[in-house]
T-cell receptor, first 115, second 111 residues
Framework: DAGVIQSPRHEVTEMGQEVTLRCKPISGHNSLFWYRQTMMRGLELLIYFNNNVPIDDSGMPEDRFSAKMPNASFSTLKIQPSEPRDSAVYFC?????????????FGDGTRLSIL | GQNIDQPTEMTATEGAIVQINCTYQTSGFNGLFWYQQHAGEAPTFLSYNVLDGLEEKGRFSSFLSRSKGYSYLLLKELQMKDSASYLCAVRENEAGTALIFGKGTTLSVSS
């Protein structure tokens, strides 16, 4: 079975540009999570969705960040305008909502560098 | 507030046993997860505990004490491929809600 698929794997762009990260969750999973990982702060939750509805976006740093989930098989995380401090690895993860043993399954991440 | 503490780094030799500790303070508790993350890769699920006690899965075991806010991951018969970062994560609420991650413990296994 295909796992969580993220694109692009790497993105290098200049500050001020718009960046769009994409995620396809595992088929049948109804929870989707966006995390950001840096050396300093570790893995931090940005936002998560249940059944395509945003539940908690308190981790989104500021208005420059936005996320959407238009359907059960696709989500985007957008940064506009991007800044050098946004450089990090962005992970998408998905899980089932039912069953407390259900772990989150992570995609391979997008390594973002803002120059 | 929320706080999950793990040692930053640990070293061990092949064939040895290592224990990675995790302490947590969260507003709720509905399970503790351990993940393994090799450099440059995604975290992968290792174990889950929600009741006190030991869960064993091959060379890896995980222990939980809810009253102490404490867990450990035990790795036996260490192999070079076990060199990775090990992340402790707590879920405060019901299934389908977010995890709070510790910063991870980087384990280096030498021959």
């Amino acid at each position: 079975d295909a796992g969580v698929i993220q694109s692009p794997r790497h993105e290098v762009t200049e500050m001020g540009q718009e960046v769009t990260l994409r995620c396809k969750p595992i088929s049948g999973h109804n929870s989707l999570f966006w995390y950001r990982q840096t050396m300093m702060r570790g893995l931090e939750l940005l936002i998560y969705f249940n059944n395509n509805v945003p539940i908690d976006d308190s981790g989104m740093p500021e208005d420059r960040f936005s996320a959407k989930m238009p359907n059960a098989s696709f989500s985007t995380l957008k940064i506009q305008p991007s800044e050098p401090r946004d450089s990090a690895v962005y992970f998408c993860a998905s899980s089932l909502t039912q069953g407390r043993r259900q772990p989150q399954h992570f995609g391979d991440g997008t390594r973002l560098s803002i120059l | 507030g929320q706080n999950i503490d793990q040692p930053t780094e640990m070293t061990a030799t092949e064939g040895a046993i290592v224990q990675i500790n995790c302490t947590y303070q969260t507003s709720g508790f509905n399970g503790l997860f351990w993940y393994q993350q090799h450099a440059g890769e995604a975290p992968t699920f290792l174990s889950y505990n929600v009741l006190d006690g030991l869960e064993e899965k091959g060379r890896f075991s995980s222990f939980l004490s809810r009253s102490k806010g404490y867990s450990y991951l035990l790795l036996k018969e260490l192999q070079m491929k076990d060199s990775a970062s090990y992340l402790c994560a707590v879920r405060e609420n019901e299934a389908g809600t977010a995890l709070i991650f510790g910063k991870g413990t980087t384990l280096s296994v030498s021959s």
